[in-house]
């Protein structure tokens, strides 16, 4: 090979390596855990990942024995005792400890947390026979309701976003208004499908506060590569505090902007699919847009959340999300969008 | 003989004297062509092959492309016939005169002549005068229907033109509004003596006006809608963004600012004293639609908008005919709206809705007082 083709494999590999070391970190990186299971998946994931090597690694270096070695070791490689030994024995008793490992991993997670299976599938009972602080998150299409249920039994709606206090287990309680999704955020804990007639629990524990990303995990239809949303991790207090504002009514917009852009807002339908608490609007068609200003992201966890990214949403939403569920609002003029984006803007 | 070629193949010399033929065949046609010889002078008929052929093709063509055209919707609704007769009156009169009227001097040195109508649709089935009416006919001067969109439109017409052959002079002038819009020497006057006045008289025609109501069940009451709304109709109307074969041509031959004086003069008239028919639609799950939506099916209550909060950009629907509504949402469900910002949020509500929600919500609207829908929430 020459020195240029030499180079350049050379930086091809380093580019390469780059590009998936760049895929293995970040906010929804499964091997960067943030939450209890988790970190008892990326140990598993190491444990087996090891294991593997190990065998690997002891497969090849007998198969080139068995190729190429002298007559001698060869001879001791194809030996009864050698075939029994490594190729029943070994096996059986390597693959029970890494089985017994891993179900005993697996069902710490399950039993400690105490997830189960609701099979009546009514939401509503299900977070009426817990107790302390849980979340019911809805999949349609394609975006995520999120409805909390506080230790003191006040429930409030949300959408596309989750706040959960750190080291607390938070039962989060699954199901779907329509087709099945689910519900998959890395840093935190596995995958768990949202079932139309049914309601799954997963127990979320977040060791260390930080934003963390997820997606809907199965096939929704065309947007289900849109569908995602931010689980953010709090120290209690903070919390606490993040809890009373987003439980009470929407912000009470004084600037004329804002002023007029609430009137556009409940003189153009927008009430009829959207609730914003404290106003008229009760819609329960769409997201909840109660505090829809502090939120990280919109659209479901796809555009940023600033008055560019609101305005376009606003009027462009089907070539953002094409064939989502709702209508694309070109009726206004540039003045009058500034206005509704910016009463929407400061509900926070 | 040495020097001489051997004789072609047979099959060869067949195909060289075919070739000469062609080449004369196209040289012959190109002169003909370029000389001009042939006179296309309208004044000068065909000859009688000529007129035998052309009338064939068309007979034929229509006959076999007419087979393709959908089942036809019941056409014996004299509301449908009105409609159509109302768009004769004031879309085909000019060429093809009312019946018993005799031609213009005009039309009549036209090539092909505009025939009266009566003895042509007599011989003729539903699916053919549809599809004439709808796509026109090549090499004659009948146009196809401004939009390719609006087949109930084209029914409307047909279900006139069925009828025709049997219509008396006097019977025509009711059904097409003729007579509500009074003589045409007196609008000329009106004209002639107050220059500011606005021919209404193709307006009122199918309109209406403050005491008398719409011609058809198929034509809105515009009396009391927003004016700014009215005038955005027309706008769409005339740019060919809002699809129809009746008002797109009654628009684009206004100026702007007759749209707006017009959209004026609705806006404010008084609703005429209405007949109400029987809509087939439940009124009572109409109004528990408008009032609440229907959340499973992804639709808002309609009077989110339709409250007459905002109605320059959605217009109020109190008392309009049930067919009417119900017509327009069969419409935006065909996508004939979609070219408007307006109507592309309407479009998908309207697939939304099941035909049978379509009725309800239709009959519910019809049953108010024309202005009188509640706001949202008032009957809550």
Same mark, same amino acid.
């Given at each position: 090979?020459?020195?240029?083709?030499?180079?350049?494999?050379?930086?091809?590999?380093?580019?390469?390596?780059?590009?998936?070391?760049?895929?293995?970190?970040?906010?929804?990186?499964?091997?960067?855990?943030?939450?209890?299971?988790?970190?008892?998946?990326?140990? &598993?994931?190491?444990?087996?990942?090891?294991?593997?090597?190990?065998?690997?690694?002891?497969?090849?270096?007998?198969?080139?024995?068995?190729?190429?070695?002298?007559?001698?070791?060869?001879?001791?490689?194809?030996?009864?005792?050698? #075939?029994?030994?490594?190729?029943?024995?070994?096996?059986?008793?390597?693959?029970?400890?890494?089985?017994? %490992?891993?179900?005993?991993?697996?069902?710490?997670?399950?039993?400690?947390?105490?997830?189960? &299976?609701?099979?009546?599938?009514?939401?509503?009972?299900?977070?009426?026979?817990?107790?302390?602080?849980?979340?019911?998150?809805?999949?349609?299409?394609? +975006?995520?309701?999120?409805?909390? #249920?506080?230790?003191?039994?006040?429930?409030?709606?949300?959408?596309?976003?989750?706040?959960?206090?750190?080291?607390?287990?938070?039962?989060?309680?699954?199901?779907?208004?329509?087709?099945?999704?689910?519900?998959?955020?890395?840093?935190?804990?596995?995958?768990?499908?949202?079932?139309?007639?049914?309601?799954?629990?997963?127990?979320?524990?977040?060791?260390?506060?930080?934003?963390?990303?997820?997606?809907?995990?199965?096939?929704?239809?065309?947007?289900?590569?849109?569908?995602?949303?931010?689980?953010?991790?709090?120290?209690?207090?903070?919390?606490?505090?993040?809890?009373?504002?987003?439980?009470?009514?929407?912000?009470?917009?004084?600037?004329?902007?804002? #002023?007029?852009?609430?009137?556009?807002?409940?003189?153009?339908?927008?009430?009829?699919?959207?609730?914003?608490?404290?106003?008229?609007?009760?819609?329960?068609?769409?997201?909840?847009?109660?505090?829809?200003?502090?939120?990280?992201?919109?659209?479901?966890?796809? &555009?940023?959340?600033?008055?560019?990214?609101?305005?376009?949403?606003?009027?462009?939403?089907?070539?953002?999300?094409?064939?989502?569920?709702?209508?694309?609002?070109?009726?206004?003029?540039?003045?009058?969008?500034?206005?509704?984006?910016?009463?929407?803007?400061?509900?926070? | 003989?040495?020097?001489?070629?051997?004789?072609?193949?047979?099959?060869?010399?067949?195909?060289?004297?075919?070739?000469?033929?062609?080449?004369?065949?196209?040289?012959?046609?190109?002169?003909?062509?370029?000389?001009?010889?042939?006179?296309?002078?309208?004044?000068?008929?065909? +000859?009688?092959?000529?007129?035998?052929?052309?009338?064939? #093709?068309?007979?034929?063509?229509?006959?076999?492309?007419?087979?393709?055209?959908?089942?036809? @919707?019941?056409?014996?609704?004299?509301?449908?016939?009105?409609?159509?007769?109302?768009?004769?009156?004031?879309?085909?009169?000019?060429?093809?005169?009312?019946?018993?009227?005799?031609?213009?001097?005009?039309?009549?040195?036209?090539?092909?002549?505009?025939?009266?109508?009566? @003895?042509?649709?007599?011989?003729? $089935?539903?699916?053919?005068? %549809?599809?004439?009416?709808?796509?026109?006919?090549?090499?004659?001067?009948?146009?196809?229907?401004?939009?390719?969109?609006? $087949?109930?439109?084209?029914?409307?017409?047909?279900? %006139?033109?069925?009828?025709?052959?049997?219509?008396?002079?006097?019977?025509?002038?009711?059904?097409?509004?003729?007579?509500?819009?009074?003589?045409?020497?007196?609008?000329?006057?009106?004209?002639?003596?107050?220059?500011?006045?606005?021919?209404?008289?193709?307006?009122?025609?199918?309109?209406?006006?403050?005491?008398?109501?719409?011609?058809?069940?198929?034509?809105?009451?515009?009396?009391?809608?927003?004016?700014?709304?009215?005038?955005?109709?027309?706008?769409?109307?005339?740019?060919?963004?809002?699809?129809?074969?009746?008002?797109?041509?009654?628009?684009?031959?206004?100026?702007?600012?007759?749209?707006?004086?017009?959209?004026? +003069?609705?806006?404010?008239?008084?609703?005429?004293?209405?007949?109400?028919?029987?809509?087939?639609?439940?009124?009572?799950?109409?109004?528990?639609?408008?009032?609440?939506?229907?959340?499973?099916?992804?639709?808002?209550?309609?009077?989110?908008?339709?409250?007459?909060?905002?109605?320059?950009?959605?217009?109020?629907?109190?008392?309009?005919?049930?067919?009417?509504?119900?017509?327009?949402?069969?419409?935006?469900?065909?996508?004939?709206?979609?070219?408007?910002?307006?109507?592309?949020?309407?479009?998908?509500?309207?697939?939304?809705?099941?035909?049978?929600?379509?009725?309800?919500?239709?009959?519910?609207?019809?049953?108010?007082?024309?202005?009188?829908?509640?706001?949202?929430?008032?009957?809550?």
């Amino acid at each position: 090979m020459s020195r240029m083709h030499a180079r350049l494999a050379r930086v091809t590999c380093a580019a390469g390596a780059a590009a998936l070391a760049a895929g293995c970190a970040g906010v929804q990186s499964a091997l960067e855990p943030g939450g209890v299971e988790a970190a008892r998946i990326d140990l &598993l994931l190491r444990a087996v990942t090891i294991f593997c090597t190990l065998v690997l690694v002891g497969v090849l270096v007998a198969t080139a024995v068995a190729l190429a070695g002298r007559r001698g070791w060869r001879a001791r490689l194809a030996s009864e005792r050698l #075939v029994v030994g490594a190729g029943i024995v070994f096996p059986l008793v390597a693959l029970s400890v890494l089985l017994g %490992f891993s179900v005993r991993v697996m069902s710490l997670g399950g039993a400690a947390a105490g997830s189960g &299976l609701y099979l009546d599938g009514d939401m509503g009972n299900a977070l009426a026979a817990g107790s302390g602080l849980r979340i019911a998150v809805t999949g349609e299409r394609w +975006w995520w309701r999120v409805v909390y #249920v506080t230790p003191d039994g006040r429930r409030f709606e949300t959408a596309n976003e989750l706040r959960v206090p750190v080291g607390e287990p938070v039962p989060v309680l699954l199901d779907s208004a329509d087709v099945i999704h689910s519900f998959w955020v890395p840093k935190l804990a596995g995958k768990l499908d949202m079932i139309p007639g049914r309601v799954n629990t997963l127990t979320l524990v977040a060791t260390e506060a930080g934003i963390s990303r997820g997606q809907c995990a199965e096939y929704c239809g065309g947007a289900h590569a849109l569908m995602a949303f931010y689980v953010v991790a709090m120290p209690p207090r903070e919390f606490a505090t993040w809890l009373a504002r987003e439980s009470g009514p929407a912000a009470v917009p004084d600037t004329r902007e804002a #002023v007029a852009g609430q009137a556009l807002f409940a003189t153009h339908g927008c009430g009829g699919c959207h609730a914003i608490r404290g106003t008229a609007a009760a819609g329960t068609i769409g997201p909840d847009l109660t505090h829809v200003g502090s939120r990280l992201s919109l659209g479901a966890g796809i &555009l940023p959340n600033d008055a560019d990214a609101m305005a376009r949403w606003v009027r462009d939403n089907q070539h953002v999300k094409p064939e989502n569920l709702m209508p694309p609002y070109g009726i206004f003029t540039r003045a009058e969008l500034g206005e509704l984006v910016a009463y929407l803007e400061q509900l926070e | 003989m040495p020097g001489t070629r051997p004789r072609p193949p047979r099959w060869r010399q067949w195909l060289r004297h075919a070739g000469v033929l062609l080449a004369a065949g196209v040289i012959g046609g190109a002169l003909f062509v370029w000389s001009g010889v042939y006179n296309v002078a309208a004044s000068d008929d065909h +000859w009688a092959v000529t007129t035998w052929l052309l009338e064939r #093709v068309r007979v034929q063509s229509v006959s076999t492309w007419s087979s393709f055209v959908d089942e036809p @919707p019941p056409l014996e609704s004299v509301e449908k016939v009105k409609l159509g007769a109302a768009h004769f009156e004031g879309g085909c009169t000019p060429c093809h005169s009312r019946p018993g009227d005799t031609a213009n001097a005009i039309v009549a040195a036209m090539l092909p002549p505009p025939p009266p109508l009566g @003895p042509e649709v007599a011989t003729m $089935d539903a699916e053919e005068i %549809f599809w004439i009416v709808k796509h026109g006919l090549k090499f004659t001067a009948m146009p196809a229907w401004p939009t390719q969109q609006r $087949d109930d439109e084209v029914w409307a017409v047909t279900a %006139f033109l069925v009828r025709l052959p049997e219509l008396s002079p006097r019977e025509y002038r009711e059904l097409s509004g003729a007579v509500r819009a009074g003589d045409e020497h007196k609008s000329a006057t009106e004209l002639a003596a107050a220059t500011e006045a606005l021919s209404l008289t193709e307006c009122v025609r199918c309109h209406g006006d403050a005491a008398t109501p719409p011609l058809s069940a198929y034509v809105p009451l515009l009396n009391g809608q927003s004016a700014a709304y009215l005038e955005r109709a027309l706008a769409e109307y005339a740019a060919t963004t809002r699809s129809s074969g009746i008002m797109q041509p009654v628009a684009s031959l206004m100026t702007p600012e007759e749209h707006r004086r017009l959209a004026a +003069w609705y806006a404010a008239l008084e609703p005429p004293p209405m007949r109400h028919e029987r809509a087939p639609g439940n009124a009572e799950r109409g109004q528990r639609l408008a009032q609440q939506g229907d959340p499973e099916r992804g639709l808002p209550p309609c009077l989110a908008c339709h409250s007459a909060a905002h109605p320059e950009s959605f217009p109020s629907l109190a008392g309009q005919s049930a067919a009417y509504l119900e017509l327009q949402l069969a419409v935006f469900r065909s996508g004939a709206r979609d070219g408007t910002v307006h109507g592309q949020i309407m479009s998908v509500i309207a697939r939304r809705l099941s035909r049978e929600q379509a009725a309800d919500v239709a009959a519910w609207f019809a049953s108010l007082p024309p202005g009188g829908a509640p706001r949202l929430g008032a009957a809550q």
